[in-house]
């Protein structure tokens, strides 16, 4: 699988957005962009993924550039609640095997 | 759906006793279950990957007689820490993967563990 690399730490006002961003440069063309959060003590949690269309749900944005080498997680109104760590994964999809997380991106979402 | 349980969400035990952590998808079969551990400030480390009905296959450097990894149903899988020591405490995370829906893993919601 790609490696990824993101910012250690990233802080947001309250209510705005927040943008996260991946690098994903040797990303193949079977590999899908995942991200996942991991609030303190709690197991991750499925955000959003995409493969080369932007794609919403009702948590996020996903971003994705044209040679698909970087990505963006938007967070449209931040709240408290998502600070978090957060994980960009770039693996094949419906493949099953190991996910391997890589440092992540701490979010402080502040008052 | 898509839901993982693990149990126990806490547990204390003495140095040289062993732990049994249960990890069952609620909704959905689990062919391949992993194992997670991970130290205060650090990323999910891969421990292991859990097969129903076979072997499971473990990370270099994971002790394979320590950490004792059984799937032996399509909806449970269990680590047990043995001869558990002080070094061990960490907290243990589960996943299950699953192939529809493009969620593909459904993660527990984690086992600490703290050997005293």
């Known amino acids: 699988d790609a490696k990824t690399t993101q910012p250690p730490s990233m802080d947001c006002a309250e209510g705005r957005a927040a943008n996260l961003p991946c690098n994903h440069s040797?990303?193949?063309?079977?590999?899908?962009v995942y991200w996942y959060r991991q609030i303190h003590s709690q197991g991750p949690q499925y955000i959003i993924h995409?493969?080369?269309n932007n794609e919403t749900n009702e948590m996020a944005s996903l971003i994705i550039t044209e040679d698909r080498k970087s990505s963006t997680l938007i967070l449209p109104h931040a709240t408290l609640r998502d600070t978090a760590v957060y994980y960009c994964i770039v693996r094949a999809y419906n493949q099953g095997g190991k996910l391997i997380f890589g440092q992540g991106t701490e979010l402080s979402v502040k008052p | 759906g898509a839901v993982v349980s693990q149990h126990p969400s806490r547990v204390i035990c003495k140095s040289g006793t062993s732990v049994k952590i249960e990890c069952r998808s609620l909704?959905?079969?689990?062919?391949?279950m992993f194992w997670y551990r991970q130290f205060p400030k650090q990323s999910l480390m891969l421990m292991a990957t859990s097969n129903e009905g076979s072997k499971a296959t473990y990370e270099q450097g994971v002790e394979k007689d320590k950490f004792l990894i059984n799937h032996a149903s399509l909806t449970l899988s269990t680590l047990t820490v043995t001869s558990a020591h002080p070094e061990d405490s960490s907290f243990y995370i589960c996943?299950?993967?699953?192939?529809?829906?493009?969620?593909?893993?459904?993660f527990g919601s984690g086992t600490r563990l703290t050997v005293v």
């Open positions: 909704d959905f079969q689990a062919t391949t």
């Open positions: 996943s299950a993967s699953h192939l529809e829906g493009g969620y593909g893993y459904t």
């Open positions: 995409g493969l080369k």
């Open positions: 040797t990303i193949s063309g079977n590999e899908y």
